[in-house]
């Protein structure tokens, strides 16, 4: 059984690297979820490019992308959880 060091927050797929909004308020497995997100609490940002929001929020700190050493305690998730 392959574990994970987090849980997406949009999809629950395991992942050992990804998107950390406010330091670990949400995590994202993708960065179309991320967009999504960001955009979702920002009305005024319908017109404005990914490539803008993602520069922006970065600027800002709201978000980094990192990968995670896998550990083997139990704080990981499993593919169990995925699936279920």
């Known amino acids: 059984m392959k574990k994970f060091a987090r849980r997406c927050s949009v999809t629950g797929e395991g992942m050992n690297e990804g998107y950390v909004y406010r330091d670990g308020e949400m995590y994202f497995k993708y960065e179309t979820d991320l967009v999504a997100h960001l955009r979702s609490i920002d ?17 800002l700190e709201e978000y980094y992308y990192t990968e995670w050493e896998e550990r083997y305690d139990e704080e990981l998730f499993s593919e169990y959880f995925k699936k279920n």
């Not at 009305?43 to 600027?59: G, V």
């Open 43 to 59: 009305s005024d940002s319908s017109e404005l490019s990914d490539e803008f929001i993602l520069n922006e929020a970065y600027e």
